[in-house]
């Protein structure tokens, strides 16, 4: 009878293989612990990997496996010493047959606080008339950020506070109820926070003057009105 026997036949390198990486935005809360996950990678092959960035820096290239499972994630890179831009990943799979074609995804890196913004009060002055509604504007605030204002007057009173998050960045912040405070310099004070941190605070100022005229007096200049001066009082 006939004897038979079989064995695999595989002249291809890896191909058909995808990366993703694991954090986008890549901050400064994760950016010592970085991973990436492939799809489709061909079990036994080993990997090269390198990271780079528009901000400048590179890690890599890193050589590892060999590969346990079509989706095996690779964790724990260190990208703090890239600059803030926009991070490539570029992977290769190599076999005994050769290397695959590089597999490739990009994430944005910022570790940035909020910085570079300003607000104005809207009010060229606080008055009897628009203390219960007063509003100011950011310019170049980061959508996304949360802010926080704080108002408060040389003139005493219990300080005006509130806020949330940045949707534009000429947001208007309105109805502000400032009836609490006292006539006098009223300074606005505004901070924005993203997941890196707080940025400096950004101020303006303002007066508030709620008061009618009071304290004057008045004279009639001639001690008695007569013929002589009746037309000229």
């Excluded at 047959?97 to 060229?124: C, F, H, L, R, W």
């Excluded at 303006?204 to 008061?211: E, L, P, R």
């Amino acid at each position: 009878p006939a004897a038979e026997d079989t064995s695999t036949k595989d002249t291809a390198a890896p191909s058909g293989y995808t990366v993703t990486i694991n954090q986008d935005p890549i901050t400064a809360v994760n950016e010592t612990n970085v991973g990436f996950t492939f799809t489709q990678a061909e079990v036994g092959a080993t990997y090269e990997y390198t990271f780079t960035s528009t901000g400048g820096g590179s890690v890599g290239p890193v050589s590892g496996g060999p590969i346990a499972t079509p989706t095996d994630q690779i964790t724990g890179v260190d990208l703090s010493g890239l600059g803030d831009g926009t991070i490539t990943l570029s992977v290769t799979l190599t076999n005994t047959n050769g290397t695959g074609p590089a597999a490739e995804d990009t994430s944005t890196k910022d570790t940035a606080a909020p910085s570079g913004y300003t607000v104005g009060i809207d009010q060229a002055e606080i008055n009897g008339t628009n203390e219960t509604n007063v509003s100011f504007t950011f310019a170049n605030a980061e959508a996304g950020a949360d802010y926080e204002y704080t108002f408060s007057s040389t003139g005493g009173g219990t300080d005006v506070t509130g806020g949330g998050t940045i949707v534009t960045a000429t947001d208007q912040i309105a109805g502000i109820d400032l009836s609490g405070l006292g006539d006098g310099t009223i300074t606005l004070s505004v901070t924005l926070t993203n997941t890196n941190g707080t940025g400096p605070a950004a101020t303006d100022n303002v007066t508030k003057d709620t008061a009618a005229p009071s304290g004057y007096t008045v004279g009639i200049d001639q001690a008695e009105i007569n013929g002589t001066n009746e037309t000229n009082v």
